[in-house]
């Protein structure tokens, strides 16, 4: 069986240019956008009282992305956001004077004229900008990389959207949708990575995740926990893990939560630069072979990478084993905890923790995090079964061991 993989940050420090991304003002903004959404609701923080006692824990707390605007994922808080900002750019108008009666509205429509949104996607981001898109009477051109399902497909095309999957990785579909927008008369890239020269809409797509955070804040204040000692996230290109690090870094500047970034073993940008420790961006290219769709991602988010290096505890990879481990055990937890439904990407950092806190080969880690019966720890599982047949396979067929 092949082991979970980690690397304690040590990279040299930058100037923290980009921590302002986050800032608390701009979160507030992004979530009192997505609060004007006749969908809106707060998504539910679980706590897993008998969960934390056998894992040897405090208190254990799991943001439920699946009931997010009926899309089953988090995912569309970045994109309508970033929709929303560049509409309010281009019509000379604050996001705020835009919530969703006016984003919607013919008389908006009109001023702003029609646009194509292009964006690559494993799924549950192409899906959210669909989404949006859809509700604000805009088109858009959705490429999904080699290995997508056929389900995940259909549930983008459900929502209005021309949408394809490609032959090739997720990063070349990058590449592809933004030559796309290029070559469109009103067409606009929104990707939730950046690169050298399109870092604004990133940005926005940052701050949309920070509603997520912001919330799981709030819930975390109503049950009586001052603060997270512990922030379990999980990445691809790093937009959410750098959106949640950069959010609490902010919110808790003091005294901020150690934070764990997981990713997939297959496609591990993130802990491979955390590993050789000089700062600079590693990629991984080629096919990612890994159940964790929505982490196979190879090129890290420039704007992120900023953040995690700067503030980061520990970067791990993790195998396909651990992500399914996670499912079963949130979908099957201890008698009295209420069961989560966790796709393969959204479980990975719990299926990490749980390994971290009751196998002996990681208990170097274990001591190096400090997680002990006075821990509090807050995860995210960022999607419910979006593709159903394999968490399926997963869950009640016991494969992926």
């Known amino acids: 069986m092949e082991t979970i993989k980690w690397a304690v940050n040590h990279m040299p420090k930058t100037e923290d240019a980009n921590l302002p991304v986050m800032a608390l003002s701009e979160v507030e903004?992004?979530?009192?956008?997505?609060?004007?959404?006749?969908?809106?609701?707060?998504?539910?923080?679980?706590?897993?009282?008998?969960m934390a006692e056998k894992l040897g824990l405090g208190s254990l707390y799991i943001k439920d992305e699946s009931y997010r605007f009926g899309l089953n994922a988090f995912k569309v808080l970045g994109g309508s956001f970033a929709m929303a900002r560049y509409i309010a750019q281009q019509t000379g108008k604050d996001v705020s004077e835009l919530p969703y009666n006016i984003l919607t509205s013919e008389a908006l429509k009109k001023e702003f004229g029609q646009a194509t949104f292009f964006t690559a996607t494993d799924g549950n981001h192409g899906r959210g900008v669909a989404w949006a898109a859809n509700k604000l009477g805009q088109k858009a051109v959705v490429l999904m990389p080699k290995g997508s399902t056929q389900t995940r497909l259909n549930n983008i095309r459900k929502e209005g959207a021309t949408a394809t999957i490609e032959e090739c990785n997720y990063d070349e579909c990058v590449r592809m949708a933004?030559?796309?927008a290029a070559r469109t008369e009103h067409g606009i890239i929104v990707q939730d990575t950046a690169w050298d020269g399109y870092e604004e809409i990133p940005a926005w797509i940052m701050q949309g995740y920070g509603t997520m955070a912001m919330e799981a804040d709030d819930q975390l204040h109503e049950d009586g926990c001052e603060a997270p000692t512990h922030v379990f996230i999980q990445a691809g290109v790093g937009s959410l893990a750098g959106a949640v690090q950069g959010y609490f870094a902010n919110r808790y500047p003091k005294t901020p939560p150690k934070v764990v970034v997981v990713e997939a073993e297959a496609a591990a940008c993130l802990y491979k630069g955390a590993a050789a420790g000089d700062g600079a961006i590693r990629i991984v290219d080629g096919d990612m072979p890994t159940i964790m769709a929505g982490l196979a991602c190879g090129e890290p988010n420039t704007i992120s990478w900023d953040i995690l290096k700067n503030h980061v505890d520990t970067f791990v990879a993790a195998p396909d084993w651990v992500a399914a481990k996670g499912m079963r055990m949130l979908a099957a937890p201890i008698k009295g905890d209420t069961p989560v439904t966790s796709g393969e990407s959204g479980a990975a950092p719990f299926g990490t923790l749980a390994?971290?806190?009751?196998?002996?080969?990681?208990?170097?880690?274990?001591?190096?995090?400090?997680?002990?019966?006075?821990?509090?720890?807050?995860l995210f599982s960022t999607e419910g079964d979006t593709d159903p047949t394999r968490y399926e396979s997963i869950v009640w067929d016991g494969n992926e061991r």
């Open 355 to 378: 390994c971290i806190m009751c196998m002996d080969e990681y208990q170097e880690l274990r001591e190096h995090l400090g997680l002990d019966e006075t821990s509090r720890v807050l």
């Open 178 to 180: 933004a030559d796309m």
């Open 29 to 50: 903004k992004a979530r009192t956008f997505h609060e004007s959404f006749p969908q809106y609701s707060v998504t539910p923080l679980v706590k897993l009282n008998h």
